[in-house]
């Protein structure tokens, strides 16, 4: 058995989810516990709707998503655990395939990762520098690279939570925990992925849709948050696991890219970011070691 875990503030697609996820076969085998942040006015009616007779499903509200996050492990009954977000589809045979794989190894494993799939056709319509060819750029970035990658420890799990099965006893026994809130804090992960044995599967568990709000203007302030939230979580881990470490150069690489399908989020700008993780890291350990 395992869990599957689904932190949201959106109402509306978790319920379509709720509706998918009822549907797979062998869905009374697994535990759902749903964690909600800042819902609209009337979704949690709906949901409790949408909800009725399904006794392996709870649901707990939490005031951030990062607090969602850790509460998921702490409220996890289970070995493993799955990361869902509210707009992701999982395969028909989903159920079936990861009570295969952790039979198999559910004894050794600290992560078993699959494969995700992103579907859909971008309709975003940036504006300034970045308007020219955007979409083929988009696709090149977000596509042919995951490809590139397919038969090594590749990058591609440090996008999310999604498609890696969470060994939670792992996770306790390093206490690794979830910290940074305007970004998506993929420390956690990346640390249980170095750190642990992995069993890499071909196997694709779900898909995900192209979002057009990747493109959503961002104010200054809110960019800057999220800027200092992704120096301060891979400082974090190249302080544990070195700088050198090739796996934490890849995790920076592919991360920081979600920037650059901000409007206006210049190339110029998002290289001095990357440079500056290192830097900051730098000064940090020659300051530790004077000390």
Same mark, same amino acid.
């Given at each position: ?21 009822? #549907? /797979? ?5 697994? &535990?759902?516990? *749903? ?7 009337? @979704?949690? !009616? ?118 890696? #099965? /969470? ?5 306790? &026994?390093?206490? *690794? ?7 998506? @804090?993929? !420390? ?10 992995i069993v890499k599967s071909h196997e694709l568990i779900g898909v995900y849709p192209i979002q057009t709000t990747v493109t959503e203007d961002k104010s200054e302030e809110q960019i800057k948050l999220l800027e200092d939230d992704m120096v301060s979580s891979y400082s974090d881990l190249i302080e544990l696991f070195g700088k050198e470490n090739p796996i934490l150069y890849l995790a920076v690489h592919n991360s920081y890219r979600q920037l650059q399908v901000i409007n206006h989020y210049t190339s110029e700008r998002l290289r001095n970011l990357v ?17």
């Amino acid at each position: 058995m395992f869990t599957i875990s689904i932190v949201t503030n959106r109402g509306d697609n978790l319920i379509k989810n709720i509706h998918r996820l009822r #549907l /797979l076969p062998q869905f009374e085998e697994i &535990k759902v516990n *749903i964690f909600l942040n800042n819902l609209k006015p009337g @979704d949690q !009616y709906c949901i409790s709707e949408a909800l009725i007779g399904l006794s392996n499903v709870k649901q707990y509200y939490c005031e951030t998503f990062i607090q969602a996050r850790n509460r998921a492990i702490s409220e996890c009954t289970t070995k493993w655990m799955l990361f869902l977000d509210d707009d992701d589809y999982l395969t028909v045979n989903v159920v079936a395939m990861i009570n295969y794989y952790i039979e198999k190894y559910g004894d050794t494993a600290d992560m078993i990762n699959f494969r995700y799939e992103k579907v859909g056709r971008f309709d975003g319509t940036p504006t300034g520098e970045n308007k020219s060819n955007y979409t083929e750029n988009f696709k090149i970035l977000m596509l042919s690279d995951f490809d590139k990658y397919e038969l090594s420890r590749q990058y591609r799990i440090y996008l999310g939570n999604g498609n890696s #099965l /969470l060994n939670v006893e792992s996770i306790k &026994k390093w206490d *690794i925990k979830w910290k940074y809130p305007y970004c998506d @804090d993929i !420390y956690p992960i990346t640390n249980l992925y170095i750190r642990g044995t992995i069993v890499k599967s071909h196997e694709l568990i779900g898909v995900y849709p192209i979002q057009t709000t990747v493109t959503e203007d961002k104010s200054e302030e809110q960019i800057k948050l999220l800027e200092d939230d992704m120096v301060s979580s891979y400082s974090d881990l190249i302080e544990l696991f070195g700088k050198e470490n090739p796996i934490l150069y890849l995790a920076v690489h592919n991360s920081y890219r979600q920037l650059q399908v901000i409007n206006h989020y210049t190339s110029e700008r998002l290289r001095n970011l990357v440079n500056l993780t290192f830097v900051k890291n730098e000064v940090l350990r020659n300051r530790l070691s004077n000390s």
